[in-house]
């Protein structure tokens, strides 16, 4: 099962940009005015963009865009894990 960044050999970013390790995260829910939630499980790694949107790489390899304008973000941390990373 992968958990954690090291266990995921298949992150390969071609950018310039710089992601955040947040694999000490269970799941990470965006709530928006409509009423819309985007819930995000086992996310690995974040990089916040200028404009805000977050970029994130999860643990079954796939990679999320979400966009800024949400208005309440929340998480849940793994047993033992830091409640906040950055």
């Known amino acids: 099962m992968i ?5 995921v050999p298949a992150f390969k970013n071609a950018t310039d940009l710089e992601f955040t390790d947040i694999s000490s995260e269970k799941w ?13 499980k086992r996310p690995l790694l974040l990089n916040v963009s200028e404009s ?5 790489f999860d ?7 979400i966009p800024s ?3 309440h973000l929340k998480w849940k941390a793994k047993d033992g894990a830091p409640n906040f990373v950055k």
């Open 3 to 7: 958990n954690t960044v090291a266990d």
């Open 28 to 40: 990470r829910e965006y709530h928006f005015l409509g009423g819309e939630i985007v819930r995000i």
């Open 52 to 56: 805000r949107g977050h970029r994130i």
């Open 59 to 65: 643990a079954k390899g796939v990679s999320h865009y």
């Open 69 to 71: 304008g949400w208005i």
